[in-house]
């Protein structure tokens, strides 16, 4: 197991207010797992007054063999109102 604390923040630096939602796909066939705070998606809503939201990223490898390459990829949409 790996834990990142924290792997990064998001922040709005804008003048509205935006809703976010990071999602984990698993690009490769491993029983490795990624997870962002604890889980594989997350959606939050950041005001421009609110501070940064911190982000940690925990690989989970157990059960993973050696030569197995896990490959995952975060993406990020926001919405604003």
Known sequence: ????TPAFYVDDNLNQSVT???????????PAKLLLNGTTSMT???SPSEG??????TLLTY????GQTPQFR????????
């Open 74 to 81: 975060i993406t990020f949409t926001e919405v604003y109102s």
């Open 20 to 30: 976010v939602t990071v999602n984990v796909v698993q690009v490769t066939s491993t």
């Open 44 to 46: 939050f809503t950041l």
């Open 52 to 57: 940064e939201v911190p982000i940690y990223l």
């Open 1 to 4: 197991m790996l834990e990142l």
């Open 63 to 66: 059960g993973t063999t050696p």
